[in-house]
T-cell receptor, first 115, second 114 residues
């Protein structure tokens, strides 16, 4: 069965600092991987996705993530944090077999950005 | 830009009452989903729906839950007899293709069972 682990339920960075949000997945087959962002009182918005093309995936708002099969990781990064990046971030996986469409989410990481 | 809409944004109900949460998916999408997020917890899959039938459901989706696409635009989640533990944010999502196609989420309905 597929699963997702996000290390760190809360991450705090200074404005302009590097953002690194960690995600490790478990899947017996090549996965599809996603990062979603949730702003307060809003739904989930896709930041980026990995679907077996390039291992370095660029998303919206300057975010990117690198798929590392050997480490079963899909960490999210942004070189310079902005105040508007404060939100909750969810990593999710879809397995390629069984549960073909359902998203399995990690517990989420709340990002705080301070001046 | 097309978006998934959900109504109501907040529903308060008493334990044992039936509730219907409504969603309008993006018009050319074929796959529909319900997820829920209990306060402070992760987003959990409830059910997926394709071609007018359930394609997969989680263990959470017991006999108290049902889904329906009553017409060409709405997608509903019914909880027959609500329990306190059903209090959560319920998200509807849709996509056009199976597999790795992006699922578009609605803004959610916050259900409070008292």
């Amino acid at each position: 069965a597929q699963s997702v682990t996000q290390l760190g339920s809360h991450v705090s960075v200074s404005e302009g600092a590097l953002v690194l949000l960690r995600c490790n997945y478990s899947s017996s087959v090549p996965p599809y991987l996603f990062w979603y962002v949730q702003y307060p009182n809003q739904g989930l918005q896709l930041l980026l996705k990995y679907t077996s093309a390039a291992t370095l995936v660029k998303g919206i708002n300057g975010f990117e993530a690198e798929f590392k099969k050997s480490e079963t990781s899909f960490h999210l990064t942004k070189p310079s944090a902005h105040m508007s990046d404060a939100a909750e971030y969810f990593c999710a996986v879809i397995g390629a077999t069984g549960g073909y469409n359902k998203l399995i989410f990690g517990a989420g990481t709340r990002l705080a950005v301070h001046p | 830009e097309p978006e998934v809409t959900q109504t109501p944004s907040h529903q308060v109900t008493q334990m044992g009452q039936e509730v219907i949460l409504r969603c309008v998916p993006i018009s050319n999408h074929l796959y529909f989903y319900w997820y829920r997020q209990i306060l402070g917890q992760k987003v959990e899959f409830l059910v997926s729906f394709y071609n007018n039938e359930i394609s997969e459901k989680s263990e959470i989706f017991d006999d108290q839950f049902s889904v329906e696409r009553p017409d060409g635009s709405n997608f509903t989640l019914k909880i027959r007899s609500t329990k306190l533990e059903d209090s959560a944010m319920y998200f509807c999502a849709s996509n056009r293709l199976a597999g790795g196609d992006e699922q578009y989420f609605g803004p959610g309905t916050r259900l409070t069972v008292t």
